[in-house]
């Protein structure tokens, strides 16, 4: 028995599609745990106007991240046991796509706890990090 070619051609096409489908599969998508901030430097001179860097880095690959945006910052001496000890942050412009810059007063030498909320383009839910850094005399 032969088909009429209206029916055969959908039918074939459908086909092709499925196979095409099932023979490259949509890569996983990331999630917002693929992503993890780092310091550029694990100390920071003591002073007024220090300047931490810190990278977003995509852990699949290892490449840096660009174009966050860094809704919650948050500095103190917890690592000491001084949570209470905070100082003014605020964000810089960098020139390094991925790279963050924080202007802050490390009024004490010690442990300093960076902490940060911000939401990654592309992706559902926030990224949270908490950074421990040394402030040296």
Do not use: C, H
């Amino acid at each position: 028995m032969n088909l009429p070619y209206f029916l055969v051609a959908p039918a074939a096409a459908l086909a092709l599609a499925l196979g095409l489908f099932l023979a490259f599969p949509k890569p996983l998508a990331a999630d917002i745990s693929d992503y993890e901030f780092q310091l550029v430097e694990p100390t920071a001179a003591k002073g007024d106007g220090a300047v931490i860097a810190v990278r977003l880095v995509d852990k699949r690959t290892g490449a840096l991240v660009p174009d966050a945006v860094i809704f919650a910052t948050r500095i103190d001496m917890a690592p000491d046991g001084m949570e209470t000890m905070t100082s003014p942050i605020e964000a810089m412009p960098s020139t390094e796509p991925g790279v963050y810059l924080f202007r802050t007063d490390l009024v004490m030498a010690g442990g300093w706890r960076l902490s940060l909320g911000a939401k990654v383009q592309d992706e559902e839910g926030t990224l949270e990090a908490r950074l421990e850094l040394t402030a040296t005399p």
